[in-house]
T-cell receptor
Framework: DGGITQSPKYLFRKEGQNVTLSCEQN?????MYWYRQDPGQGLRLIYY???????QKGDIAEGYSVSREKKESFPLTVTSAQKNPTAFYLC?????????????FGSGTRLTVV | GENVEQHPSTLSVQEGDSAVIKCTYS??????FPWYKQELGKGPQLIID?????GEKKDQRIAVTLNKTAKHFSLHITETQPEDSAVYFC?????????????FGIGTKLQVIP
C-alpha cells in the first residue's frame, strides 16, 4: 500500500541534543512538508521541498534543518537552537500540483524534551 | 498572506444530529479548499475538498459548500456517528510563486455523544 511513514512515533530529547525525525513516502509525490502541531495552534509549516536537493523555509524554520537527497525521504533535524521543541510533528507529501491531490500526512512523531 | 479562521473550536452533538463547521478566508486568490479529519494520536486525513469553481460537493454523509463572494466555506456532517468524533481542519490553498501554499484553520474538536 502506498503511504507516508514517520518514525519514531515517540522521541525523547535531552537538553542540548539534536534529534532527527524520519519521513519516508512511496507515493511518488514530488513535494514534501514538515508541520508542527501544538494544542490550540493548528498546523504550522516548518519546511517544505518541491524537488530533490531543494527546500524552502516555512513560517517557523528557526531551530530546524532538513535535507532532501532522495525523492522518497525528507528528514527533519530538531537542533539545540530550538528553544521549545516539545510538540507533535507531522510530515506530509503531495503531487506537485496539490490543487488536485491535497496532502497525505504521516501518523506523526511526538517529541518531548526531558 | 492568507488567513483562515475556523469556528467553532469545539462542538458537541447528539448521535444522529448534524454538525456544521465554518471557515472564512481572506485572500480571494485561494482556489482549493480541503478538509482534514484528525483522530487522536494520528495524522490528519483528507476527507473532502472543493475547488473555487464549484459551489457544493457531497460525499455520502459529508458535504462542503463554498461562497466565493463572502469568502467562506463550510463542512456539513449529517447523521453523525460516534466515529465522527475527531478534530477537523479546514484549509485554503493558493498559488504563491509557483508553490501551492496551504493555510490551515485552527481546528474544531467534534464530539458525538451516543
Amino acid at each position: 500500500d502506498g503511504g507516508i511513514t514517520q518514525s519514531p512515533k515517540y522521541l525523547f530529547r535531552k537538553e542540548g541534543q539534536n534529534v532527527t525525525l524520519s519521513c519516508e513516502q512511496n507515493l511518488n509525490h514530488d513535494a514534501m512538508y514538515w508541520y508542527r502541531q501544538d494544542p490550540g495552534q493548528g498546523l504550522r509549516l516548518i519546511y517544505y521541498s518541491q524537488i530533490v536537493n531543494d527546500f524552502q523555509k516555512g513560517d517557523i524554520a528557526e531551530g530546524y534543518s532538513v535535507s532532501r537527497e532522495k525523492k522518497e525521504s525528507f528528514p527533519l533535524t530538531v537542533t539545540s537552537a530550538q528553544k521549545n521543541p516539545t510538540a507533535f510533528y507531522l510530515c506530509a507529501s503531495s503531487a506537485i500540483d496539490s490543487l488536485n491531490y491535497g496532502y497525505t500526512f504521516g501518523s506523526g512523531t511526538r517529541l518531548t524534551v526531558v | 498572506g492568507e488567513n483562515v479562521e475556523q469556528h467553532p473550536s469545539t462542538l458537541s452533538v447528539q448521535e444522529g444530529d448534524s454538525a456544521v463547521i465554518k471557515c472564512t478566508y481572506s485572500d480571494s486568490a485561494s482556489n482549493y479548499f480541503p478538509w482534514y479529519k484528525q483522530e487522536l494520536g494520528k495524522g490528519p486525513q483528507l476527507i473532502i475538498d472543493i475547488r473555487s469553481n464549484v459551489g457544493e460537493k457531497k460525499d455520502q454523509r459529508i458535504a462542503v459548500t463554498l461562497n466565493k463572494t463572502a469568502k467562506h466555506f463550510s463542512l456539513h456532517i449529517t447523521e453523525t456517528q460516534p466515529e465522527d468524533s475527531a478534530v477537523y481542519f479546514c484549509a485554503a490553498s493558493l498559488n504563491s510563486g509557483g508553490y501551492q501554499k496551504v493555510t490551515f484553520g485552527i481546528g474544531t474538536k467534534l464530539q458525538v455523544i451516543p
